[in-house]
């Protein structure tokens, strides 16, 4: 214990204890319920209105564990004023089946997270 000139009836002294009344640690986004995923193959589905060239780029060397981004809103349209993510999709599924692969939902347990971290003492 350090004693200071003046209050040696009251040494002031360093001590944690009530550190974990007037702090406690951030809280990370990951323990707030959003989770970031991001993609591996993208065809700017948002620019361009072709969906074989679309389909072309989503799929080049296109393996198990890859995320394909389409979007179902803002999307370019076709020569019909469809949107062409619509096109892409009726190709790509039976395309997937055909190599063995599938779509799937990314559910929260399933995604890796970081290690929680521990509360200081």
Same mark, same amino acid.
């Given at each position: 214990?350090?004693?200071?000139?003046? @209050?040696?009836? #009251? +040494?002031?002294?360093?001590?944690?204890? !009530?550190?974990?009344? @007037?702090?406690?640690?951030?809280?990370? +986004?990951?323990? !707030?319920?959003?989770?970031?995923?991001?993609?591996?193959?993208?065809? @700017?589905?948002?620019?361009?209105?072709?969906?074989?060239?679309? !389909?072309?780029?989503?799929?080049?060397?296109?393996?198990?564990?890859?995320?394909?981004?389409? #979007?179902?809103?803002?999307?370019?349209?076709?020569?019909?004023?469809?949107?062409?993510?619509?096109?892409?999709?009726?190709?790509?599924?039976?395309? !997937?089946?055909?190599?063995?692969?599938?779509?799937?939902?990314?559910?929260?347990?399933?995604? +890796?997270?970081? +290690?929680?971290?521990?509360?200081?003492?």
């Amino acid at each position: 214990m350090k004693a200071y000139r003046g @209050f040696e009836s #009251h +040494p002031i002294r360093q001590s944690n204890l !009530l550190l974990e009344e @007037f702090y406690s640690r951030p809280i990370t +986004p990951s323990e !707030l319920g959003p989770v970031h995923v991001g993609w591996s193959r993208r065809g @700017f589905d948002t620019r361009c209105g072709d969906a074989a060239r679309l !389909l072309a780029r989503s799929t080049q060397r296109l393996r198990e564990g890859d995320i394909i981004l389409l #979007h179902d809103g803002g999307a370019a349209r076709d020569a019909r004023g469809e949107p062409v993510c619509l096109a892409v999709l009726e190709a790509l599924l039976p395309m !997937l089946a055909a190599r063995g692969l599938a779509c799937i939902r990314l559910e929260r347990d399933a995604l +890796p997270r970081a +290690p929680a971290r521990q509360q200081p003492r």
